[in-house]
């Protein structure tokens, strides 16, 4: 299965999931990180410790002998309306992460609306750093996403420092001694399961 990770603004955790999705789906079958991200976020991610699969960039990757059982790929913030296209329409699926609050919000729409028309995989909204109770931004939303009838993962990512603690050490979440950390990673767990379920029903 390949999964792309994209969205038309930074600072939603483009990153961080498309590092957690690769840790999950590395439980499963050989999985293969290619970071496709300018900035190399999650090759820098990786050079600081220790994680259980390969990260490479868009060159490396062409370059690798044998086939992954499954491919992550960490994109651009902001990709040229042409390079959303090829990425949507290479992909298994095509995960839409946003935080709850309205910039984010704004270019999720953005996304959706250069989606329209185009050939692309299926897609889902995923919501992450989710803020703690007793906000309700997360559950307001949600509600708001699913009586839009946009394509909602029905898990969501809450925000914890933890991971940012997990992008210093170089380790996924679950490597960190915090408190948090295993909530943290649970809800990556919640959503790789729910990805894994998608891709049967795609098939």
Known sequence: MIVTVASFKGGVGKTTTAIHLAAFLQGYAETLLIDADPNQSALAWASRGELPFLVVDQWQARDLPSPHGHVVIDTPAR????????????????????????????????????????????????????????????????????????????GGIRRYAVFQKAALAGTAVYDVKDPKAELGWQDYVAIGKEILALSLEIE
């Open 79 to 154: 990709p040229v309306a042409d390079d959303l296209a090829l990425l949507a329409s290479t992909c298994d699926l095509l995960i839409l992460p946003t935080t709850p609050d309205i910039l984010a919000l704004d270019a999720l729409a953005l996304t959706v609306q250069h989606l329209a028309g185009l050939p692309v995989a299926p897609y889902r909204i995923l919501l992450t750093m989710i803020p703690p109770h007793p906000s309700r931004a997360g559950a307001e939303v949600r509600e708001m996403l699913t009586a839009t009838g946009l394509p909602l993962l029905s």
